[in-house]
């Protein structure tokens, strides 16, 4: 089943390397298909494509994250837009650095 939902999530990257339910890519949606992807990684359950998944998609959202921008996303929750922008920070930051550290030797 954990391997179902993973191909799940590679089946949704956008071209450009996020992911977004939309037409675009959003921040928030690539952080939680980065951690579970970073999940899959860490326990060995990771392929070649889901490897390369994973680095296009850090890769996207590493250039999409602008600390000192107020985030413009807004999702859709019911029939109102919610943007918690400082929880979806939190979730940004976790994702960029359970790649970054898993790149460092050691």
Same mark, same amino acid.
């Given at each position: 089943?954990?391997?179902? %939902? @993973?191909?799940?999530? +590679? !089946? =949704?990257?956008? $071209?450009?390397?996020?992911?977004?339910?939309?037409?675009?890519?959003?921040?928030?949606?690539?952080?939680?298909?980065?951690?579970?992807?970073?999940?899959?990684?860490?326990?060995?359950?990771?392929?070649? %494509? @889901?490897?390369?998944? +994973? !680095? =296009?998609?850090? $890769?996207?959202?590493?250039?999409?994250?602008?600390?000192?921008?107020?985030?413009?996303?807004?999702?859709?929750?019911?029939?109102?837009?919610?943007?918690?922008?400082?929880?979806?920070?939190?979730?940004?930051?976790?994702?960029?650095?359970?790649?970054?550290?898993?790149?460092?030797?050691?």
């Amino acid at each position: 089943e954990i391997r179902q %939902a @993973g191909a799940a999530v +590679l !089946q =949704r990257q956008q $071209e450009a390397g996020g992911w977004g339910s939309g037409q675009h890519a959003t921040r928030i949606e690539t952080s939680y298909a980065l951690l579970i992807l970073s999940t899959l990684r860490q326990r060995r359950l990771l392929d070649e %494509a @889901g490897e390369t998944a +994973l !680095q =296009r998609g850090y $890769e996207w959202l590493s250039q999409a994250y602008h600390p000192q921008r107020v985030p413009d996303e807004r999702l859709w929750l019911g029939k109102v837009p919610y943007a918690p922008s400082r929880v979806d920070r939190i979730y940004e930051l976790c994702a960029l650095l359970s790649i970054a550290l898993e790149r460092i030797p050691g």
